[in-house]
């Protein structure tokens, strides 16, 4: 179906600790997973990316994790910073239809 | 910065009218994504050309128009406009057609249909 859901709408985490952000898919044949950060204001920025022939991702201080078993996506944010704030989205790449499908979105509130 | 340029920012018209959006990619790059964000629907598809061609097509209604042109900016045609129209429009461009071209978004263009 045409959903790419997110466990929950909003994280806030301490500055300095690290953070993980979910994402539920519901498209097997899906092939290729994205992480964008939406800034108030700004359009979304690509974070890191991840095949499905991968179950795990690094990038600076970014980590992204796919469980292919319960389709299952996340993000982790090491040592988080007040820029980290944002509204995080996973997108999900369907090859038929060749079209990216975008979560609902997770925002993030780093506390001082 | 992206590199993708959008105009308007912001648009405010009235409903039944017809407004026309425009984007400009980052030098280089040949396709051109169009998307809708609204508060109900998140972001969602329109459509995409690459090279001045069609490629894909998603959640577009049969109101949207869109085309992208020999210089290989594109715009986004909304006529008709209804209440539910009012969103944040976003451009994405990219290098080529593979999911692995990561999409680079402009800022947007906000419209409020009265």
């Known amino acids: 179906g045409e959903s790419v859901g997110l466990h929950l709408p909003t994280l806030s985490v301490q500055e300095g600790d690290n953070s993980i952000i979910n994402c539920a898919y519901s498209n097997s044949a899906s092939d290729y997973f994205i992480w964008y950060k939406q800034e108030s204001g700004k359009g979304p920025q690509f974070i890191i990316d991840?095949?499905?022939?991968?179950d795990k991702r690094q990038g600076q201080r970014v980590t992204v994790l796919l469980n292919k078993t319960v389709k299952h996506l996340s993000l982790q944010i090491a040592a988080t910073q007040p820029g980290d704030s944002a509204v995080y989205f996973c997108?999900?790449?369907?090859?038929?239809?060749?079209?990216?499908?975008f979560g609902q979105g997770t925002r993030l509130t780093i506390n001082p | 910065d992206s590199g993708v340029t959008q105009t308007p920012k912001h648009l405010i018209t009235a409903t039944g009218q017809r407004v026309t959006l425009r984007c400009s990619p980052r030098?280089?790059?040949?396709?051109v994504y169009w998307y809708q964000q609204s508060l109900d629907q998140g972001l969602q598809f329109l459509i995409q050309?690459?090279?001045?061609?069609?490629?894909a097509k998603g959640n577009i209604l049969e109101r949207f128009s869109a085309q992208q042109f020999p210089d290989l900016h594109s715009e986004l045609n909304l006529s008709s406009l209804e209440l539910g129209d009012s969103a944040l429009y976003f451009c994405?461009?990219?290098?080529?057609?593979?999911?692995?071209?990561?999409?680079?978004f402009g800022p947007g263009t906000r419209l409020t249909v009265l």
């Open positions: 997108a999900e790449y369907r090859g038929g239809a060749q079209k990216l499908v």
């Open positions: 994405a461009s990219s290098v080529g057609v593979g999911p692995t071209d990561t999409q680079y």
């Open positions: 050309y690459y090279n001045g061609e069609e490629r």
């Open positions: 030098s280089g790059d040949l396709s």
């Open positions: 991840i095949r499905s022939n991968m």
